[in-house]
């Protein structure tokens, strides 16, 4: 079953970045300007089969997330977007001297990635902000090279270049609002370590012991409900006291696609 699911996530990315290479070979092409829409098709097309997943565990509260979550990273995806976009005109600069760094960092990350699926290991929080912060220098780099590089007849070609890369940049926007509800929600499941919470579950004991139910780990369990974790019966369903989300090895740095 583990080497199924590796091979499938193995298979997920070639066929991933197979398509995207083709979907910008098609928009690039200047022979014909149905060609180069038929790739910007192929290539958003492939971006919702990736978002699909992840789309669905971020909004069932059954794996830690909620419907908001996603209106959350959209907004915050939104603003760093308008931003980077906004600082890039107003400077004027070009900054296709970042190309370079931006490759090296792609294979570095691919790298990372195709080791989690391997492995199986997932990629925490320090690696999806390491992949906003290079998102963010493609949108940089896309945006520079709309100003300064591509021709009014590659307009298809430059939008799809900068769709990527704000895509991409939701996608590791989500996942931090993903890593960061899961880390709450298993804090606030622990309250009973705390004086408070600890109070309240002797308050608890207390209505137990003179039913003499007190041994009763599964009865304990029920009556104190989900946060006591590691006593038995019903509370140790809860893994540490939140429910776990599906393992997401990672995204693959799609733009590799461009080199």
Known sequence: MFLASQFSWLLLMVLFIGGTFAAQYMAQSRSSVGMQYAGLALYVGLYTLLFVPILTIASQSKYGGSAALPIQAGIVTLAAFGALTLAVFVSGKDFSFLGPVLMVGSFVALGLILAAVLFGFSLGLVFCA???????????????????RYGTDEHVAASMALFGSAAMLFYYVLRIFMIRGTDDGAARRRAPR???GRAASAARLLLIIPL?????????????????????????AVVRGFPRQPRLPGAFPMSLSRW
């Open 130 to 148: 390491a992949m906003v912060a290079l998102f963010a220098g493609y949108i940089i780099y896309d945006t520079s090279n709309i100003v300064h």
């Open 194 to 196: 705390t004086l408070k």
């Open 212 to 236: 003499g139910k007190w041994r009763r780990h599964g009865e304990w369990a029920r009556l104190c409900g989900p946060r006591l974790i590691g006593v038995g019966g019903p509370a140790s």
